[in-house]
C-alpha cells in the first residue's frame, strides 16, 4: 500500500509563512499529476494546487494564487507546498496527493492553523 506523510504544518500568525513537504513511498515521476489539498473543518476537501505531468504547469484555487507555489522532487518522490502571506481563512488539513483517480490512500495530513 502506498504511503503518504505530509509534515511542515503548524501555528502561525496572519501574513507568516510555511512550507509543507509530502513524501510518498512510490515514485511521483513526472508522468503523475499532484496535487495538494486542504480540508477544514465542517467543509469539503478541495484541491488547491496542482501540478501537471512533466511539471509544465501549476493550477492554484482563486484564494492561493500568488501566495502558494506547488513544486516536486521526483527523484526524492517529495511534494511541496511554499505558503506565504497566510489567512485565518487557510486554516484546514493539508494533504498531497494525485490530482485524479486512482488516489492514493489518504495520508494524516498536516495541521495549518493561521491565528493571532
Known amino acids: 500500500q502506498v504511503q503518504v506523510v505530509e509534515s511542515g504544518g503548524g501555528l502561525v500568525q496572519p501574513g507568516g509563512s510555511l512550507r509543507l513537504s509530502c513524501v510518498v513511498s512510490v515514485s511521483i515521476g513526472s508522468w503523475r499529476t499532484m496535487g495538494w489539498y486542504r480540508q477544514a473543518p465542517g467543509k469539503q476537501r478541495e484541491l488547491v494546487a496542482g501540478i501537471s505531468a512533466g511539471d509544465v504547469s501549476t493550477i492554484y484555487v482563486d484564494s492561493v494564487t500568488g501566495r502558494f507555489t506547488i513544486s516536486r522532487d521526483n527523484d526524492k518522490k517529495m511534494m511541496y507546498l511554499q505558503m506565504n502571506d497566510l489567512k485565518p481563512d487557510d486554516t484546514a488539513v493539508y494533504y498531497c496527493?494525485?490530482?485524479?483517480?486512482?488516489?492514493?490512500?489518504w495520508g494524516q495530513g498536516t495541521q495549518v492553523t493561521v491565528s493571532s
Open positions: 496527493n494525485t490530482r485524479s483517480p486512482p488516489y492514493f490512500s
